[in-house]
């Protein structure tokens, strides 16, 4: 039986961010973390910790990101998805739409992967003529095919493998360079 495919918005609820009034000003003693585009073009994970933090006003609930929750740049040449991990309270700003799986048959992390694949990020509409954005129907027209849980299990552990080849790669090319540095340093000295 072949995969079925759906739409982005047949598997989650898509949603923007939260807009800020005015500049985001850090607040050590701060009750909320702010997740920036800065924050996620240095880094392909949300780190509440180097985040910056406000006090939000009370008069109205923080639309806090919940763990499973997926924002994906919304503008930018690349719109890339980051899952969210974690527990502490973070609001992502209206430059990130939010994806939040909405049943039972797809595992945040499998979307998250989808979102980010090379054919799926070619796959959306991007409008502006200096910075690129896409739209939310763009996103929410998104085709997912859908497996059942264990294959999408078993292709977010491959790509879990596939990441930590990299970094093992990386690691062993500094400590070769490391190593070619500390012989041309030797030889140079005799």
């Given at each position: 039986?072949?995969?079925?495919?759906?739409?982005?918005?047949?598997?989650?609820?898509?949603?923007?961010?939260?807009?800020?009034?005015?500049?985001?000003?850090?607040?050590?003693?701060?009750?909320?973390?702010?997740?920036?585009?800065?924050?996620?073009?240095?880094?392909?994970?949300?780190?509440?910790?180097?985040?910056?933090?406000?006090?939000?006003d009370?008069?109205?609930?923080?639309p806090?990101?919940?763990?499973?929750?997926?924002?994906?740049?919304?503008?930018?040449?690349?719109?890339?998805?980051?899952?969210?991990?974690?527990?502490?309270?973070?609001?992502?700003?209206?430059?990130?739409f939010?994806?939040?799986?909405?049943?039972?048959?797809?595992?945040?992390?499998?979307?998250?992967?989808?979102?980010?694949?090379?054919?799926?990020?070619?796959?959306?509409?991007?409008?502006?003529?200096?910075?690129?954005?896409i739209?939310?129907?763009?996103?929410?027209?998104?085709?997912?095919?859908?497996?059942?849980?264990?294959?999408?299990?078993?292709?977010?552990?491959?790509?879990?493998?596939?990441?930590?080849?990299?970094?093992?790669?990386?690691?062993?090319?500094?400590?070769?360079?490391?190593?070619?540095?500390?012989?041309?340093?030797?030889?140079?000295?005799d």
């Amino acid at each position: 039986m072949p995969t079925q495919l759906l739409k982005l918005s047949e598997l989650a609820e898509v949603r923007s961010g939260y807009t800020f009034r005015g500049a985001l000003e850090h607040d050590p003693s701060g009750d909320v973390r702010v997740l920036q585009i800065k924050d996620l073009r240095q880094n392909a994970a949300i780190e509440p910790d180097k985040l910056i933090a406000i006090t939000w006003d009370a008069r109205t609930a923080a639309p806090l990101l919940q763990p499973g929750d997926i924002t994906v740049i919304a503008r930018g040449d690349s719109n890339k998805g980051a899952l969210y991990k974690g527990e502490q309270p973070v609001v992502a700003t209206s430059q990130f739409f939010i994806v939040s799986a909405k049943k039972t048959n797809v595992l945040p992390e499998y979307l998250c992967w989808m979102i980010n694949l090379p054919q799926s990020q070619r796959s959306l509409e991007r409008s502006g003529s200096s910075i690129q954005a896409i739209s939310k129907g763009a996103l929410q027209d998104m085709q997912i095919p859908l497996p059942p849980l264990e294959t999408q299990q078993k292709l977010i552990d491959l790509q879990r493998l596939w990441e930590e080849e990299d970094q093992l790669i990386a690691r062993l090319q500094t400590n070769r360079e490391q190593m070619l540095q500390g012989i041309y340093q030797h030889l140079i000295k005799d």
